[in-house]
């Protein structure tokens, strides 16, 4: 279990780079530190679970059970917490969407970014295409379409206009 956290947690944090523009918080690679944190503490947790059956020690195993019992109260209050503040979590990222959303003009890395978020997680804009037509790089293009980045992969001929909703 515990090198499967650690994988989950470096995974988490080598995925952050791709993303680090929608994430202006560089307190978002916390969750993945502490996954990894979590992961070191579960592998000496279960030393001392192993070494205390071998010793067969009442005492070890009573911390043993202590310590799983405080690792089970503090994934249920994750959880909790988790549940609780889903809806702040999803307006931050949001608001900071649209804000990267708004500085697109097709050249600078934030379009870069843009344009492979929306490659890699098939979509287009921060909830659907229609997004694209307050952003400034809408409006000052003049062709009422949006990043051919917003194309379906499948599409060749795709132009990215809003007249074919059905080519995004």
């Known amino acids: ?12 944090i080598n995925t952050y780079k ?12 916390l969750p993945a530190v502490i996954i990894i944190c979590v992961a070191v503490v579960m592998f000496i947790i279960g030393l001392i679970g192993c070494c205390a059956t071998f010793r067969e020690s009442r005492v070890g ?8 019992l405080v690792i089970f109260i503090a994934e249920v209050s ?16 949001q608001g900071t969407m649209r804000s990267v959303f708004e500085k697109y003009d097709g050249k600078n890395p934030e379009s870069t970014v843009v344009d492979y978020l929306q490659e890699q997680l098939h979509c287009c ?3 659907n295409y229609s997004d694209w037509t307050t952003t400034q790089w809408f409006n000052s293009t003049g062709n ?10 499948e599409m060749k001929n795709c132009t990215g206009r809003l007249d074919q909703p059905q080519e995004l």
């Open 1 to 12: 279990a515990a090198a499967g956290l650690s994988y989950v947690g470096g995974y988490v």
């Open 18 to 29: 791709s993303y680090d523009n929608f994430l202006q918080d560089k307190y978002a690679l």
């Open 61 to 68: 195993l009573g911390l043993f059970l202590a310590i799983i």
């Open 78 to 93: 994750a959880f909790v917490l988790g549940f609780v503040y889903r809806e702040k979590v999803k307006t931050d990222v």
């Open 125 to 127: 804009g921060v909830k």
């Open 144 to 153: 009422n379409s949006v990043p051919l980045s917003c194309c379906r992969q």
